[in-house]
């Protein structure tokens, strides 16, 4: 006769094993996410460098005459009329690097900047060859121990270099990073508190005896997005006024465009949210099907890196999400002084994505 403990235990597997969602999200979806980013981030020992080369008419190419031999010209880079040289150099034991050099003004370099386009600038001049990056990034540092030692290998005249901190507002990881939060904290709250919260609801049966009650479904509904609201905004206005007073952030464009791709941002989470959780009473499937939407988005928009490190296949399918547009949009005014011209079309997009979401998540959402 097997012991109370053991068949508790038993118990506690077959009731693991009675979902076959749980297994799935349990057992096979981490490992799709770990194949995904592998495939993503293990290249072969393959990296992407851009870099913006700022044209000094004083000193056309001389710098990179011996170093873009052979590099092929790309086109649409970032918009349709810009240009870039091409290069890939292999180092022993390091693998294959491909060199963008991006021909440009220094106000395009720091637009390139701002968006994490580039991390490294560089200039000729009669002081030498000037590399400007920010001190405080990995990144930026890395790029520039790379190519400064290749351009000194292949050109002796080149071994006088100047490095030149940016630390110009806009220009920092910082002001990177900040929009980028503010936008996953929109996601996060949105998805985890109201998604989570109904499917917690559901399967404690708690929605079946709120609809037993004269409560009406609409306000119960109302409530949950208004309350929710209120905290997101609160979250985000936390971040800034830090952001603010430690890091000397501004924003330099229109505030109400910025509030209405906000508000888009949340509706069109809100209605994500409600259509993720219509069906399931199971907090393990749900926990699953929300991570299933909040993990890629979180890793490939953009929050912590700028998605320009990915392929360039997958980028127009990156700044589709719904987390990409709204980080690129607050960044834009963060940093560049967008205003409803720039931002129409996303606010546009997360509306409609909101609506067609909202509905459709209330045409199937079961209460009980």
Excluded at 57 to 63: E, F, G, K
Excluded at 89 to 116: C, F, M, P, S
Excluded at 217 to 230: L, T
Excluded at 301 to 310: K, L, V
Aim: glycine content about 8%; proline content about 4%.
């Amino acid at each position: 006769m097997q012991s109370p403990l053991l068949q508790l235990i038993i118990v506690q597997f077959k009731t693991f094993i009675r979902e076959p969602e749980v297994i799935f999200w349990s057992l096979l979806f981490p490992i799709l996410m770990a194949w995904g980013l592998g495939m993503a981030f293990n290249k072969e020992n393959e990296s992407v460098i851009s870099i913006v080369q700022v044209k000094n008419d004083q000193y056309p190419d001389s710098a990179f005459r011996s170093f873009m031999v052979g590099a092929k010209e790309i086109k649409n880079i970032n918009s349709p009329n810009e240009k870039a040289l091409e290069q890939d150099v292999t180092i022993q034991g390091l693998g294959t690097n491909h060199y963008k050099i991006i021909d440009g003004t220094w106000e395009q370099a720091y637009v390139l900047l701002k968006r994490g386009v580039v991390n490294l600038v560089i200039e000729e001049t009669a002081e030498g060859l000037q590399y400007h990056f920010d001190p405080k990034s990995g990144e930026a540092k890395a790029s520039y121990l790379q190519f400064s030692g290749i351009l000194k290998g292949k050109q002796e005249e080149l071994s006088h270099t100047l490095i030149k901190p940016l630390s110009q507002k806009g220009t920092r990881y910082i002001d990177f990073l900040v929009p980028g939060l503010i936008a996953m904290g929109l996601m996060m709250s949105t998805m985890w508190g109201i998604s989570y919260s109904l499917i917690e609801k559901r399967s404690k049966k708690l929605l079946r005896r709120l609809v037993a009650t004269p409560m009406n479904k609409s306000s119960f509904m109302i409530s949950q997005f208004a309350a929710r609201f209120v905290l997101c905004t609160i979250e985000a206005l936390v971040l800034y006024i830090f952001a603010r007073y430690f890091f000397d952030m501004t924003i330099e464009g229109n505030i109400s465009a910025m509030i209405a791709l906000f508000c888009a941002g949340f509706f069109a989470f809100c209605g994500i949210a409600l259509l993720l959780a219509s069906r399931t009473s199971n907090t393990f499937v749900g926990n699953g099907i929300i991570n299933l939407v909040v993990m890629p988005m979180m890793l490939l928009s953009g929050i912590y890196f700028s998605y320009h490190n990915f392929p360039d296949a997958i980028i127009p399918y990156i700044q589709a999400l719904p987390l990409t547009m709204i980080a690129d949009g607050i960044r834009s005014v963060f940093l560049e002084g967008a205003g409803w011209t720039e931002l129409f079309k996303p606010i546009l997009i997360l509306s409609t994505i909101g609506f067609v979401t909202f509905i459709s998540g209330l045409k199937v959402f079961k209460w009980y």
